[in-house]
């Protein structure tokens, strides 16, 4: 097949359009930054946190919604091993949101953090820290390569243009373009990407339904007639393995610091939890077309095609299926429209990707360990030299052999069982400390891997109830094993937090041991207040006999030397100085009064 010069044309246009974008957005950050008092890591990071509501609801929709998530819904409805009941990304989605609004915005933005870690950082100090830092960044870098893959197989199946040139020159775009405007670029650019989606996804759909090649959806919905039904089934013995997978796209995404970089640029806390809110409705707008997508392709006669036979499922090419059906089943137009929706995702996701990285490194690392009197010039300079490490690396596993649904249940997998119940304890649970976190890091890590994984070939050595074979042979965990392990390492922070602070406490092991300091961290107690008014009630009773014994003998002594006139003189002094006295003890009493009645609801017993 010929290079489609007329798709290549529109590609390019396409690159150019999101390139001058990042420009003019650049030229914005660069203004914002001239009149605004934040720092320049805080405009280049979090725009100055004054991203207006639009905007942040596009952005945020935006990261969610990339290569990944439009292939892979497209993937998992068209494989007959799974269906669209697997297809679980947009129902998610909505569930991740809202529990994103209602719970992790408000303190996140009310806190002023700068990224996901900073509440790490401030509660078990930099070592532990930086120890959490390396899931998240590796995450991050998948996430990178699944986007990449996407779109380098997309253009590769329309265009017939290089795997590898198409995702070298998207990488460079994506990257130049982050480089410049940091998150103005990559929001502005959002709502270009997110507004062709959207008009992209939505004008191929009726092509396809109405294609020659394809059967109703809705007879093959429930019926075997190409292949197996679309909608796919959940056999009882695999609702544990449905239901951990639905478990961890809705909460795994709550773990990641792309997320939080848009909560934490919002003007305000409550327009963090609108834009939340939103993004719900769009996810689930925009995961629609992929769904349908992947069932006209298993609704299709693929060997009436000029694809012909074996089928992309049987050719392993169901990673591929959404740019295969575009090529077959569409006129020409239609499909480079959809190449440029495909495009634009992946741009929306690769760029959040590249910022989340370059933000942890030059805040949490570079700034806050390696060089905390750092000049604003030099934050700079590291979060340039972060988004093209990043970039780098994420462009080079797009050359390993994997489809898009192994990057993307991966990174997700690492965010959900490692990250997210330390996410939780930390911004919920006061008792939580270094020493719960430690152990609950490494109760997650080990038994992740004994766990096993099939998507890298990682057999399990941990076998939980109802582990076999599946269908291609292969032994698979269908118990809920990452949810278990969520549970196992949320409760070992907890527990193991609770002993350390009753060790310390009770002083089993000596202070000098408590390499985490959590006893000087830790707030006072009530009863350490109560006993302070019970002392500043005796003092004052001794402050009140000491002035009435020196009054006694002042008056004394001015009775003996004579002058009676100098003698009321003096007592009228006295009882003025010590009724000012008594004022202001009186008034430091109603100050430690309020103080103490303010910790004591800050901190209940």
């Given at each position: 097949?010929?290079?489609?010069?007329?798709?290549?044309?529109?590609?390019?246009?396409?690159?150019?359009?999101?390139?001058?974008?990042?420009?003019?957005?650049?030229?914005?950050?660069?203004?914002?930054?001239?009149?605004s008092?934040?720092?320049?890591?805080?405009?280049?990071?979090?725009?100055?946190?004054?991203?207006?509501?639009?905007?942040?609801?596009f952005?945020l929709?935006?990261?969610?919604?990339?290569?990944?998530?439009?292939?892979?819904?497209?993937?998992?409805?068209?494989?007959?091993?799974?269906?669209?009941?697997?297809?679980?990304?947009?129902?998610?989605?909505?569930?991740?949101?809202?529990?994103?609004?209602?719970?992790?915005?408000?303190?996140?933005?009310?806190?002023?953090?700068?990224?996901?870690?900073?509440?790490?950082?401030?509660?078990?100090?930099?070592?532990?820290?930086?120890?959490?830092?390396?899931?998240?960044?590796?995450?991050?870098?998948?996430?990178?390569?699944?986007?990449?893959?996407?779109?380098?197989?997309?253009?590769s199946?329309?265009?017939?243009?290089?795997?590898?040139?198409?995702?070298?020159?998207s990488?460079?775009?994506?990257?130049?373009?982050?480089?410049?405007?940091?998150?103005?670029?990559?929001?502005?650019?959002?709502?270009?990407?997110?507004?062709?989606?959207?008009v992209?996804?939505?004008?191929?759909?009726?092509?396809?339904?109405?294609?020659?090649?394809?059967?109703?959806?809705?007879?093959?919905?429930?019926?075997?007639?190409?292949?197996?039904?679309?909608?796919?089934?959940?056999?009882?013995?695999?609702?544990?393995?449905?239901?951990?997978?639905?478990?961890?796209?809705?909460?795994?995404?709550?773990?990641?610091?792309?997320?939080?970089?848009?909560?934490?640029?919002?003007?305000?806390?409550?327009?963090?939890?609108?834009?939340c809110?939103a993004?719900?409705?769009?996810?689930?707008?925009?995961?629609?077309?992929?769904?349908?997508?992947?069932?006209?392709?298993?609704?299709?006669?693929?060997?009436?095609?000029?694809?012909?036979?074996?089928?992309?499922?049987?050719?392993?090419?169901?990673?591929?299926?959404?740019?295969?059906?575009?090529?077959?089943?569409?006129?020409?137009?239609?499909?480079?429209?959809?190449?440029?929706?495909?495009?634009?995702?992946?741009?929306?996701?690769?760029?959040?990707?590249?910022?989340?990285?370059?933000?942890?490194?030059?805040?949490?690392?570079?700034?806050?360990?390696?060089?905390?009197?750092?000049?604003?010039?030099?934050?700079?300079?590291?979060?340039?030299?972060?988004v093209?490490?990043?970039?780098?690396?994420?462009?080079?596993?797009?050359?390993?052999?994997?489809?898009?649904?192994?990057?993307?249940?991966?990174?997700?997998?690492?965010?959900?069982?490692?990250?997210?119940?330390?996410?939780?304890?930390?911004?919920?649970?006061?008792?939580?400390?270094?020493?719960?976190?430690?152990?609950?890091?490494?109760?997650?890590?080990?038994?992740?891997?004994?766990?096993?994984?099939?998507?890298?070939?990682?057999?399990?050595?941990?076998?939980?109830?109802?582990?076999?074979?599946?269908?291609?042979?292969?032994?698979?965990?269908?118990?809920?094993f990452?949810?278990?392990?969520?549970?196992i390492?949320?409760?070992?922070?907890?527990?193991?937090?609770?002993?350390?602070?009753?060790?310390?406490?009770?002083?089993?092991?000596?202070?000098?041991?408590?390499?985490?300091?959590?006893?000087?961290?830790?707030?006072?107690?009530?009863?350490?207040?109560?006993?302070?008014?019970?002392?500043?009630?005796?003092?004052?009773?001794?402050?009140?006999?000491?002035?009435?014994?020196?009054?006694?003998?002042?008056?004394?002594?001015?009775?003996?030397?004579?002058?009676?006139?100098?003698?009321e003189?003096?007592?009228?002094?006295d009882?003025?100085?010590?009724?000012?006295?008594?004022?202001?003890?009186?008034?430091?009493?109603?100050?430690?009064?309020?103080?103490?009645?303010?910790?004591?609801?800050?901190?209940?017993?």
């Open positions: 097949m010929a290079v489609n010069v007329l798709g290549v044309v529109a590609m390019v246009a396409f690159y150019l359009l999101i390139l001058g974008t990042g420009i003019w957005a650049s030229k914005r950050a660069k203004m914002e930054e001239r009149n008092i934040a720092d320049c890591m805080e405009i280049t990071l979090l725009a100055g946190r004054n991203i207006n509501l639009v905007v942040g609801i952005t929709t935006a990261t969610w919604v990339g290569g990944g998530f439009i292939l892979g819904i497209a993937e998992a409805t068209y494989n007959p091993t799974l269906g669209a009941v697997w297809a679980l990304m947009p129902v998610p989605y909505v569930v991740t949101f809202f529990l994103g609004g209602f719970f992790f915005a408000k303190p996140m933005r009310e806190n002023q953090y700068v990224t996901m870690m900073d509440p790490f950082q401030q509660t078990y100090g930099n070592v532990l820290s930086t120890m959490l830092i390396l899931p998240t960044l590796v995450a991050d870098v998948l996430w990178v390569a699944r986007t990449l893959i996407s779109l380098g197989g997309t253009l199946v329309i265009l017939d243009v290089s795997y590898g040139g198409s995702i070298i020159i990488s460079v775009v994506a990257i130049v373009y982050t480089l410049m405007g940091g998150l103005y670029s990559v929001a502005y650019t959002d709502v270009i990407q997110l507004v062709l989606v959207f992209s996804l939505w004008l191929c759909v009726p092509f396809l339904l109405t294609n020659p090649h394809s059967v109703d959806i809705s007879l093959t919905a429930y019926n075997q007639i190409y292949q197996a039904p679309w909608v796919g089934m959940v056999e009882l013995d695999e609702a544990g393995k449905w239901f951990d997978n639905f478990m961890l796209l809705a909460l795994g995404g709550l773990a990641y610091q792309a997320f939080y970089q848009r909560i934490l640029s919002a003007a305000s806390s409550t327009q963090a939890q609108v834009t809110f993004s719900s409705f769009f996810c689930l707008v925009l995961g629609i077309p992929s769904v349908l997508i992947g069932a006209v392709a298993a609704s299709t006669d693929w060997n009436s095609t000029s694809y012909g036979l074996p089928t992309p499922y049987e050719r392993n090419q169901a990673g591929a299926i959404l740019p295969i059906a575009l090529q077959y089943l569409t006129p020409t137009a239609v499909s480079i429209l959809g190449i440029g929706a495909v495009a634009a995702a992946v741009m929306s996701s690769m760029d959040s990707a590249l910022l989340s990285s370059a933000s942890l490194i030059s805040s949490n690392i570079y700034k806050n360990i390696v060089r905390k009197q750092a000049s604003d010039r030099e934050i700079q300079w590291v979060i340039w030299i972060s093209v490490v990043v970039g780098l690396i994420g462009t080079a596993l797009t050359f390993k052999e994997s489809s898009v649904l192994v990057f993307w249940m991966v990174g997700v997998d690492m965010s959900y069982t490692i990250m997210f119940p330390q996410l939780v304890c930390v911004l919920f649970f006061n008792v939580s400390n270094g020493y719960g976190a430690t152990i609950g890091y490494m109760m997650g890590v080990i038994m992740r891997l004994l766990s096993g994984e099939p998507l890298v070939n990682l057999p399990p050595a941990i076998q939980f109830p109802g582990c076999r074979l599946n269908k291609e042979g292969i032994l698979t965990q269908f118990f809920p990452r949810t278990t392990i969520v549970v390492s949320l409760l070992s922070i907890l527990l193991f937090s609770w002993l350390a602070s009753i060790v310390f406490d009770k002083g089993l092991l000596s202070k000098k041991w408590d390499v985490f300091n959590i006893t000087a961290s830790r707030a006072p107690q009530p009863q350490t207040l109560t006993s302070n008014d019970e002392n500043y009630e005796d003092d004052e009773e001794d402050n009140e006999e000491d002035d009435e014994g020196g009054y006694e003998g002042d008056d004394e002594d001015s009775y003996e030397g004579g002058d009676e006139g100098d003698d003189g003096d007592d009228e002094g009882d003025k100085d010590y009724d000012e006295g008594d004022d202001e003890e009186a008034a430091q009493a109603e100050q430690l009064l309020a103080t103490t009645t303010g910790l004591c609801h800050q901190y209940p017993p």
